[in-house]
């Protein structure tokens, strides 16, 4: 059982914290390295690693589906059959990474030509995605199997395979983009290479905790046993729309980007580009704390206990606001100490910085709404989520296209739209939250 104390939320919430921001090192330092390179390749690597990361929400979406499983299975004390659940979930990520694989390697290149406006900027789009394709593998398996740690509310080892990706990231970046401990020169496609063995790297720490740690016997986890039908079918049911939803957020803002890219100036796109990569960065407790409220819901449905979801909703809000708040200091307050790190260039110092004054409100209100959007999936309730998701989705890019290519707001302006897609996710998940609550209390 999870205890309910703040020293044990803090205890799931931080590693995972930590392990984001790792990640989001991942995709921060391919994009800082590669802008010593030029504009062209520096908007390449941002462009389609959002691509990446978008595609990659399927895999996310079927791990947070087995995270939910499995954290309920531990709330009733069903540990044997978590075992289970791990092996039928990496089953399906090695399907579902080799259909990835082909959509990234083999049809990459008619996507974007649909999508980039710039034909230089699209060709080494095309080219990073062709070598990223390879981590999608180790990517979806990394994924499948941090599920099962946060499931059951054992999260430091997340902490540290992430920490192995980040670290193996950079010194191979720099090792492969520039030519250096005995690499050969490989410019931007260094970037990705890079990052592919970083995410294998990663894996194969799981996997070696794993096979050496005693403490996990009781969970059967083996790579040999027979295949279900019933557990696949019962991940499908809950992992699918998450897969959706994640690929509907991500894939959202890859649009926003391809229409700034499109309609607007260079320099736009630059900017949207480094306040994106901070973006990453101060929604590193929403991530943590969102997830963290994954796990406790679904133990405490688990256990038989609904009764007690306000109570811990309360005390991940409490916390998730008072860590936004302190993320969000040092960009809005030291600009000129954090911009220059993501993208040294000077003409957009000032409309960045500008940009995410403007959007730091934005930041407070998801630190509470994560908690109730993602109490909703973990109630079992993932069809649910999806429809919040698509709705907000919806309505985010209609006012994306009106800001954008209507009335041709500037950037800065064109940024207040992330207030309108919170809200709508905020209104509807609070919505269902309490339809859900009188329905448990009037059975």
């Given at each position: 059982m999870l205890e309910l104390s703040y020293k044990k939320i803090l205890a799931i919430a931080l590693p995972l914290m930590i392990g984001t921001f790792v990640q989001s090192i991942v995709m921060l330092t391919d994009s800082s390295f590669v802008a010593r390179i030029g504009t062209i390749p520096y908007n390449a690597v941002n462009n389609a690693g959002l691509i990446y990361v978008s595609l990659f929400m399927f895999s996310k979406g079927l791990a947070d589906g087995a995270q939910i499983l499995i954290a309920r299975k531990y709330g009733e004390q069903n540990i044997a059959q978590i075992g289970s659940i791990i092996f039928h979930t990496q089953l399906l990520q090695i399907i579902l990474s080799g259909f990835l694989f082909t959509l990234f390697f083999f049809l990459s290149s008619g996507l974007i030509d649909l999508i980039v406006k710039s034909e230089p900027t699209g060709e080494q789009m095309v080219l990073f995605l062709k070598y990223r394709s390879w981590g999608i593998f180790f990517a979806g398996m990394h994924a499948g199997l941090t599920s099962f740690f946060i499931g059951i509310g054992k999260t430091s080892i997340v902490l540290v395979s992430t920490l192995v990706m980040a670290l193996s990231n950079i010194?191979?970046?720099y090792s492969m983009i520039?030519?250096?401990?005995?690499?050969?020169?490989m410019g931007m496609i260094g970037a990705p290479i890079a990052s592919s063995l970083a995410e294998f790297l990663a894996f194969l720490v799981l996997v070696i905790y794993i096979r050496s740690a005693n403490q996990f016997a009781e969970f059967r986890i083996n790579i040999f046993q027979k295949i279900k039908l019933k557990e696949i079918i019962d991940l499908l049911k809950l992992g699918?729309?998450?897969?959706?939803?994640?690929?509907l957020a991500l894939s959202g803002w890859l649009l926003?980007?391809?229409l700034i890219e499109r309609e607007m100036s260079a320099n736009d796109l630059e900017i949207s580009s480094v306040v994106r990569a901070i973006y990453f960065i101060v929604f590193i407790p929403i991530f943590g704390f969102g997830t963290t409220t994954r796990t406790y819901v679904s133990n405490l449905i688990g256990q038989k206990k609904p009764e007690m979801i306000p109570f811990i909703q309360r005390k991940i809000i409490l916390m998730s606001m008072s860590f936004i708040v302190l993320f969000c200091s040092g960009p809005v307050l030291f600009p000129n100490l954090i911009i220059p790190l993501i993208d040294p260039n000077p003409l957009v110092f000032e409309s960045s910085a500008l940009v995410l004054k403007v959007v730091c409100g934005s930041f407070l209100m998801f630190s509470i709404?994560?908690?109730w959007f993602n109490s909703v999936a973990a109630l079992g309730k993932s069809n649910v989520s999806f429809i919040i998701e698509g709705t907000s989705i919806l309505i985010y890019l209609i006012c994306c296209y009106l800001f954008i290519v209507e009335w041709?707001?500037?950037?800065v302006a064109v940024w207040t739209v992330e207030y309108i897609y919170f809200g709508v996710i905020g209104i509807m998940s609070y919505l269902y939250l309490q339809y859900y609550r009188k329905k448990i209390f009037q059975t």
């Open positions: 010194f191979l970046d520039f030519g250096h401990f005995g690499f050969s020169e699918v729309p998450l897969m959706f939803q994640g690929f926003f980007f391809t709404i994560t908690v041709r707001f500037g950037v």
